[in-house]
Each structure stands twice: as C-alpha cells, then as structure tokens.
T-cell receptor, first 111, second 114 residues
Framework: AQRVTQPEKLLSVFKGAPVELKCNYS??????LFWYVQYSRQRLQLLLR??SRESIKGFTADLNKGETSFHLKKPFAQEEDSAMYYC?????????????FGTGTLLAVQP | GAVVSQHPSRVICKSGTSVKIECRSL??????MFWYRQFPKQSLMLMAT?????????EQGVEKDKFLINHASLTLSTLTVTSAHPEDSSFYIC??????????FGQGTRLTVV
C-alpha cells in the first residue's frame, strides 16, 4: 500500500534550534518524494524534492531507502519557518500518477 | 512559478443543489490534475486524479456520481458536487501537473452547504 506517515502533528522549537520533521513512506516502487509547505493563509507550495538534492531556505531532506524515510531538517530554525509541512509521495500506476500526502506537521518556531 | 487558479474561493449553497468548482492552469498545460479535500486541521485527502481527455480515476470511497470531475482541456478541470449536503462542506483543493514535474496548487475553495 502507498502511504506517507508524519508522526508529529506539532513540533515546537525555539529560534536558532535545530529542526527535524519526520516522514516515513510505504511504496513498492521507486519512490519520488517531496516536501510541501503551507504558510498561514497561503496555498500549498513545493519546498523541495528528493531528486534535486537541493537546499531551500536552509532545509534539506535525504531519502533513506533502507529506513524508508525522508526527514526534513534545518540546523537553525527561524520564526518565519513557522508553517504546516507536508511530506508527499508520487505514486505511479498504469496511465496515471498521484501525489499522496502525509497528515502534516505544524512547525511553530518560538522567539 | 506556474500559477493555478481556483474559482470560486468561497461558496455557500443550499442543501440539495449542485456546485461547480473550476481549476485552471494559467501559464502551462496540465496533463494531470488532482482534486483534494481537506478537513479542518487534517491532511489533504486525494479524491481523484484526472488526465486531460479521459475519465477521472477516483480514490476508494469517493463517490464518482457525487463528485463529478471533468478535465476537458489542458488548462481546465472542474469538480461538481452534486446534490450537496452539509457533510460535503469542506475545503477543496486542486493541483495541476505536467506529469512528472511538481504539482502546483490552487488556493482552494471553501464550500459550505446550509
């Protein structure tokens, strides 16, 4: 079954502290994983994808196939990072593909 | 980046009536569009995936006769909630993709059925 699990509904940290948002997935094929972010009153937007291996706004995420994880990390959190973060998996099947989301983690960065 | 426009952003309708929500990709051709439903403080639940010119693929548990999806062109998909009831009240979000690239999201539509 295709599934994305984000175990934490809320993660609260102080400004300057390291952040790790957990994401685990279940998928029989070769996974394509993403992190999406939703700031207050804004639409969902792509933060980063594993195939790009890039750092966006100081965030990085490494795909670990052995642990089926794609955790999002940032060494020093900023207040403007406060948002809802969703891990997503693109699943391919036949003629269609679909984007499956985890339940999301609300990151609250305290001053 | 690419822009996806969803209309209307808010709609209130009477129980028993139908409501149509439009999703447009403004500056790119979307071969695939996704429709999601989001309950308060919960994740996005994929309702269906539609490819241009073909029938939508619905997720398990989603009534295809209740939620009619049309993807008539590469820039427009519509979701029609038929015979709406209060339990259909929710936040509906569309996203558009050119296939293997990232998906771009609309701003969502808040549907309230009274």
């Amino acid at each position: 079954a295709q599934r994305v699990t984000q175990p934490e509904k809320l993660l609260s940290v102080f400004k300057g502290a390291p952040v790790e948002l957990k994401c685990n997935y279940s998928y029989s094929g070769s996974p394509e994983l993403f992190w999406y972010v939703q700031y207050s009153r804004q639409r969902l937007q792509l933060l980063l994808r594993h195939i790009s291996r890039e750092s966006i706004k100081g965030f990085t995420a490494d795909l670990n196939k052995g642990e089926t994880s794609f955790h999002l990390k940032k060494p020093f959190a900023q207040e403007e990072d406060s948002a809802m973060y969703y891990c997503a998996l693109r699943a391919y099947g036949g003629a269609t593909n679909k984007l499956i989301f985890g339940t999301g983690t609300l990151l609250a960065v305290q001053p | 980046g690419a822009v996806v426009s969803q209309h209307p952003s808010r709609v209130i309708c009477k129980s028993g009536t139908s409501v149509k929500i439009e999703c447009r990709s403004l500056d790119f051709q979307a071969t695939t569009m996704f429709w999601y439903r989001q309950f308060p403080k919960q994740s996005l639940m994929l309702m269906a995936t539609s490819n241009e010119g073909s029938k939508a693929t619905y997720e398990q548990g989603v009534e295809k006769d209740k939620f009619l999806i049309n993807h008539a062109s590469l820039t427009l998909s519509t979701l029609t909630v038929t015979s709406a009831h209060p339990e259909d009240s929710s936040f509906y979000i569309c996203s558009a993709s050119t296939g293997s690239t990232e998906a771009f999201f609309g701003q969502g539509t808040r549907l309230t059925v009274v």
